[in-house]
């Protein structure tokens, strides 16, 4: 099947830094790509939907200033969360979706901001 | 407003038994698809399988099964003679229909975990 490259698999970093996240589509073109963010031992809450050449859609509840979502290729989506506060430590991972609508997802990347 | 249930919170079981993992769904959407994932312990989603509303028949891959029912709004998942690798939390999700007839975001149940002992 398709694969999804999510990187990094884990990130510890100090409170008030950026971290970026990367999501690749390796195999196929991805005109979407979703990002999701999940709590320990919680479901897996819908962040922004990213199209590729335009702006990421953000649930509500969502800073869009606050998580960067840029899908500047078919095969790349990259999510930074600036300033981060310990309350973004978080399980975050992506899906990207194919041409014959079906959905993949990255491996995650576990947050800790310290 | 679209709503996946997973009741079960925990279901532990001993290898070899059957088990079932419920789900309900709600949703005001006349076209709309169905999806089970499977998170190990090491976190990535693992896709189980993807169902649309006009396809009521029932599935069996292997040991999983799943019994899709409109007229209750479910979509159950068996897993027969249970194993210690299906150890997971299992998320049922539902997804919209978009105007160009492919499917929208997921909205996730509140998943189950299965422990599956030996």
């Known amino acids: 099947g398709a694969v999804v490259s999510q990187h990094p698999s884990r990130v510890i970093c100090k409170s008030g830094t950026s971290v970026k996240i990367e999501c690749r589509s390796l195999?196929?073109?991805?005109?979407?790509m979703f990002w999701y963010r999940q709590f320990p031992k919680q479901s897996l809450m819908l962040m922004a939907t990213s199209n590729e050449g335009s702006k990421a859609t953000y649930e509500q509840g969502v800073e869009k200033d606050k998580f960067l979502i840029n899908h500047a290729s078919l095969t790349l989506s990259t999510l930074t969360v600036t300033s981060a506060h310990p309350e973004d430590s978080s399980f975050y991972i992506c899906?990207?979706?194919?041409?014959?609508?079906?959905?993949?997802f990255g491996s995650g990347t576990q947050l800790s901001v310290l | 407003a679209q709503k996946v249930t997973q009741a079960q919170t925990e279901i532990s079981v001993v290898e070899k038994e059957d088990v079932t993992l419920d789900c309900v769904y709600e949703?005001?959407?006349?076209?709309?698809?169905l999806f089970w994932y499977k998170q190990p312990p090491s976190g990535e989603l693992v896709f189980l399988i993807r169902?649309?509303?006009?396809?009521?028949q029932n599935e069996i891959s292997g040991r999983y099964s799943w019994n899709f029912q409109k007229s209750t709004s479910s979509f159950n998942f068996t897993i027969t003679a249970s194993q210690v690798v299906d150890s997971a939390v299992y998320f049922c999700a539902l997804s919209g229909q978009m105007f160009s007839g492919g499917y929208n975001k997921l909205i996730f149940g509140a998943g189950t975990r299965l422990a599956v002992h030996p």
């Open positions: 949703t005001r959407d006349t076209t709309y698809y």
């Open positions: 899906s990207a979706r194919t041409s014959n609508e079906k959905l993949f």
């Open positions: 169902r649309n509303s006009f396809d009521e």
């Open positions: 195999d196929f073109q991805a005109t979407t």
